[in-house]
């Protein structure tokens, strides 16, 4: 068992076909799995296609539309030049109108897209046309059958990938959904023990829904927002009173207030959303958008009037009232009742009565920061606490012309001055404007200032604040807020009310709300079971993260993924076995299928993605597959199946099969599913297999998203490069050479296009060299035999070095590094040996050429496997390279490596001499020295006291102590700079080779290199004569 590794990936959904970004990161897996495998060990990567959720359906819907709607070909509108024109002439028309309105509002405009294709990017988007570029056209129509894509696109994506050299099991492929019976069963059986153990519930929960698809709206369900989770705020209810100034602009709010009163309904209010309810104490009025679009919506549970924004209105006939009671804000879900429309101007002016607040009577004034997507469109103001508030506020009192414009008289703003509140230390009691002062902040247009002083007051107010008004005076705000949002919703001045975090679309382009649904949901975040898998995931022993900072991203997870739902009413994927109108969701039946790859080779074998019966290696059935049966294979303390119809040689095997390759060793994936999946598998693991966390994964490698020629790809710029065409155009090895080194971070990598193609120069370039120099040229040009000279030696211990730095490389999934070091050092140094080799008039040595060239072969073998197969095979080796064992070689003579160091220097600097001798010069004297002159022995012996040789290393305050030294022990001053350089130099010198750098005297004889490298040096310099002496 030690010597197995199995490495997976997150099979990529197939709705289309592979692209750079997946190749990039399945790389990670595929030069991992085959560099285990050079390490003799069985290395298994597995690979399937996932069909699960909404966007294959989504997609197969919007074509059918097309088809009923255009026909077959469809003759789409935007296709006649007068409909273009007219379409493009009303996106004109709305780009002017959104520009004329944003300058009422004094709001810089930004620019209006007139143009379909500015629109889009691309033009309108239609089904038709994106399977247009991926299938033929008289093939499409079938697409109308979501089934279909899942006939289609799977097996072309094994055929990209087998061109791609992927060096996958394929017998253990397969695709998700009820449509592969086999994986079907498996996960019914996943949930039924997930729902044995409690980790699956039934309630009321709030997640981010669709209205138009009439579901939760999960991450992969989603074309926007992918990650985005619900917010909860808090609905403040100001309530209007009648207009008390007699402006022509309230009638509409006049007649609202009598209908509201003789229908006998509990008010009108506007209601602004909050994230600090504890601060309702400071209020000192309300602001609206000006040019802002309200509507009065009637609020069936409470018989009361909401002045707020047409999208929040719409969400908020999505949640419950009182979820206990199934009691919602509406009477019927998702559907609303408008009574009457306002523009902002129109609410403007009006007197409120605020609750919570030291005013008896506040007003409604102008903001024009206000963000109409978020939030209600209303804002109350703060200004003791909030740094926008404030310098609103402000700017009405100081600018009486300003506040004239939108129809503000004095008395609505100068009696009220800001309340404090909360207390700070260091921040007094009213920090907005202290951050304001200290800041300079003089207008609401400082947006990078207000944003810092914004989240600076927010933070030391909720971990640093403790109230000074009101009754929980004297606590901290952090205990206070609850109790406060707790008490005014008890008391019917507010309501809870949650919007997603940021936007989301859904794939049928449907903005997404927050819905509150009766759900089956997994309960993430419980305590005990997320102890367990934080005890798991922070212990270095049991789990590898490669990064502290995807480490960080696991543990952050954790604390904050909570209740998921994990069902659906529509879409591809397994029904819930105890509850079959919900459909399980693609987050959720994707969490332990990497155990069914270890049987899916007796269940559906090669050739057999959706799992037909008759094509069953172990002839198996879908529906002898019973629970008892997976039980069996992957729980511990149960027995074989009474009864079953499966063999009971085939049950063991699979199960014996499970056991050999559990736990996953590695599976590697993308960055942003860290806050998903790959936390979710963590949970699943930890809940199907609670007694055995040995089985739980050992460890995630993540990376961060692909660039083209350091450019996001883009279809528009040219730049979006499918996986096939990348093969077709730079060959399997260079694309996966040019993905090697893109890079290896949380960064977005680089793939540049110039070093696939020089990735093909170098990789001929370096097989022809082997097969002239190994299998061409004539063996009595060689050298052979025990007699060694310098620069074997050296090339000889630098192929020892570069192996092993490559292994540890490749370990560590630095394969940009290992790359560096197997392939281009490697290259280095058997270039400057052939270099000796050539002007020196010495024939190259035979064993050690032939040691590097295979050397090279295996390790570059986990990058470019056809180009080794290729060279290996024209060797005569025997076998495949990617059978061949990693190289066994001696450890690095750090001498050697320094001798060799020290030519490579002296070269350097003797080039930068000659360089700067005078034209025509063709002689010069090398002067070796024995010694260091004083200054330098004391700096070295000063190194050496600060060595530690257990780590190898120095001291963290190296150069700290450095500078210490130097000062006190270095008379001269322009001795010291010199003595810091020199320090440093061997610094990078003893990083390199080892405590030897640091040695007094040389270790080796300098003269005796320079002299057996004589020739080369001459004609490297191009000099007639050079002489070397001792000094």
Known sequence: KEDKFI???????????????????????VFRSQFERNRGKNSLFPFAFHCTGMPIQAAANKLKSEIENYGIPPQFPEEDPEVRAKMEAELAAA????????????????????????????????????LKRMVPEDEIPAFADPIHWLKYFPPIGVEHMKRFGSGVDWRRAFITTSVNGYYDAFIRWQFNVLREKGKVLFGKRNNVYSILDGQVCADHDRSEGEGVGPQEYVLIKLKVLAPDHGQERHGKMEKLLK?????????VYLVPATLRPETMYGQTNCFVLPTGEYGAYYIDATDEVFIMSARSARGLSCQAYDAANDVYFTKEFGKITCLETFTGDELLGLPLKAPNASYEKVYTLPLLTISMGKGTGVVTSVPSDAPDDHVALKALKDKPDFAAKYGITPDMVEPFEVVPIISIEGYGEASAVFMCEKLNITSFNDKAKLAQAKDETYLKGFTMGVMTYGPYAGKKVSEAKPLIKDEMIAAGQAHLYFEPESKVVSRTNDECVVASTDQWYLAYGEESWCSAVKKHVLNDETFNAYDATSLEKYDAT???????????????????????????????????????????????????????????????????????VFNFIYRKGFSLPEGSKISSETLTKMRDEFRYWYPMDLRVSAKD?????????????????????????RGYYTNGHIMVDAEKMSKSKGNFLMMLETINKYSAD???????????????????????????????????????????????????GDDLKFMDKVLENETNRLVKATEDCFEAMQFREGLQKGWFEMLIAKNQYKSWCEDSGIAMHERIVRKWAESLIVAICPICPHWSETVWKDLGKEGLAIRAPWPVVDEEDKLLTRQAKFLR????????????????????????????????????????????????????????????WSTGNVKDKKQIKLTMQFV????????????????????????????????YIKSQLNLGEVGIGRV
């Not at 143009?115 to 089904?127: E, N, P, S």
């Not at 999946?677 to 609670?690: F, P, Q």
């Open 7 to 29: 490495v997976t990936f997150p099979y990529p959904y197939s709705n289309g076909h592979l692209h750079l970004g997946h190749a990039f990161s399945l790389t990670k897996a």
């Open 95 to 130: 780009a002017k109108a959104k520009a004329d309105k944003a300058a009422a509002s004094g709001a810089k405009a930004k620019g209006g897209k007139t143009k379909l294709v500015q629109k889009t990017g691309t033009g309108i988007v239609r089904q038709w046309n994106i």
């Open 259 to 267: 209908r509201v009163e003789d229908e006998g309904k509990k008010g």
């Open 558 to 628: 954790l604390d904050w993924l909570k209740e998921w739902a994990c069902t659906r009413q529509f879409g591809l994927g397994t029904f819930l076995p105890w509850d079959t109108q919900w459909v399980i969701e693609s987050l959720s039946d994707s969490t332990i299928y990497m155990a069914y790859y270890t049987i899916a080779h007796y269940l559906q074998g090669e050739n057999n993605l959706n799992g037909e019966e008759s094509k069953s290696p172990a002839n198996v059935k879908v529906e002898d597959l019973t629970d008892d």
């Open 673 to 697: 599913l860290i806050p998903n999946h790959l936390t979710m598998a963590l949970y699943n693991h930890a809940a199907i297999w609670d007694d055995e966390p040995d089985l739980w994964p």
């Open 734 to 784: 260079a694309t996966r050479f040019a993905c090697a080194d893109a890079g290896d971070t949380l960064d977005d990598a680089n793939f540049s296009r110039d070093t696939a193609n020089a990735a093909i120069i170098s990789l001929t370039n370096e097989a022809t060299f082997i097969k002239e120099i190994l299998l061409e040229t004539d063996k009595s040009t060689l050298r052979s």
């Open 905 to 964: 220097d002296a070269l350097k600097n003797f080039r930068t001499a000659a360089g700067k001798a005078k034209k025509g010069w063709k002689t010069a004297t090398i002067l070796v020295a024995e010694d260091y002159p004083q200054w330098k022995i004391d700096a070295l012996l000063w190194m050496q006291s600060t060595y530690d040789k257990a780590s190898g290393s120095f001291p963290d305050t190296f150069m700290k102590d450095l500078k210490q």
């Open 984 to 1015: 440093s130099f061997m610094k990078r010198e003893v990083d390199d080779v080892g405590e030897v750098g640091m040695d007094i005297k040389c270790p080796f004889d300098q003269m005796a290199i320079m002299n057996e490298s004589l020739a």
